[in-house]
């Protein structure tokens, strides 16, 4: 499946309820302009893929909302070239924004499948990642230190294996909380050893859990 004019028109859309909904940063707009949502779910789902809605993919996950994939992406302030880890490829919709806007992206999925699906999906749509299969807890470490690092799953704490993996100035965004929501944090490293926390505002994700799954 391809790009259309249909698919187009309804991105464009999206993007202006995106501002309505007071997301502000052109380069996040431009991307989520740029990259066909569509292509990361089921054929079947084109009416679906361009409401701002979270939307079931395989292995019980979920692509998440644009809205959400759009203050997480905001939240990072990442430029071209920057490096960024992300936790949790789910579909590979949230790697194609970053990749679009000039990443160097490093994403880790628990489920082999997903795994293996979202790497066909970026590569037909001629963008470049790094992907692994294993457990975002552990994070990459021989790929870091990272400008940013990005959790696309629900955190019961922010994990310090993660932590150790950001430059000093780097950013790391996570919803921290239990299953019924999570705070949208972000963790700022100012010195080896010091953090600043703050929040934006509160998500449902699905749980980043321990492990890998091979189906
Ligand atoms: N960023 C995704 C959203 C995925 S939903 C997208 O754009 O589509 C969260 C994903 O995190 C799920 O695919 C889930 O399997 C994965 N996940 C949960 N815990 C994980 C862990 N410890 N390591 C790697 N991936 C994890």
Redesign the pocket.
């Known amino acids: 499946m391809t790009d259309s004019f249909e698919a187009k028109g309804k991105r464009k859309k999206l993007v202006d309820e995106l501002r309505k909904k007071g997301i502000s940063d052109e380069e996040v707009l431009r991307a989520i302009n740029a990259v066909p949502r569509h292509i ?1 779910m089921d054929p079947a789902f084109l009416n679906h893929a361009y409401v701002d809605k ?1 939307f079931p ?1 395989t ?6 909302q644009p809205y959400t ?1 759009a203050v997480q992406t905001s939240l990072l302030r990442v430029k071209k070239r920057d490096k960024v880890l ?12 970053l990749a679009e806007m000039g990443v160097k992206v490093y ?5 082999r499948d ?1 795994y293996i699906k ?1 790497q066909r999906t970026l590569t037909s749509l001629g963008y470049s990642a790094d992907f692994f299969y ?5 994070g990459k470490e021989q790929y870091g230190p990272y400008d940013g690092i ?4 629900a ?1 019961p704490e922010v994990p310090d294996t993660l932590l150790q993996q950001l430059k000093t100035g780097g950013r790391l965004v996570v919803p921290l909380g239990k299953s019924d929501f999570q705070v949208m944090t972000v963790v700022t490293r100012t010195g080896q050893d010091s953090f600043e926390y703050s929040s934006h505002g509160t998500f449902v ?9 091979n189906e």
């Open positions: 990361f979270a993919i292995s019980g996950q979920t692509i998440s994939v992300e936790v949790g490829t789910g579909s590979g919709y949230q790697a194609a924004i994403t880790i999925e628990r489920f997903l979202a294993g457990d975002g807890y552990e990005l959790i696309t799953a955190a994700f699905v749980p980043m859990l321990k492990g890998i799954v």
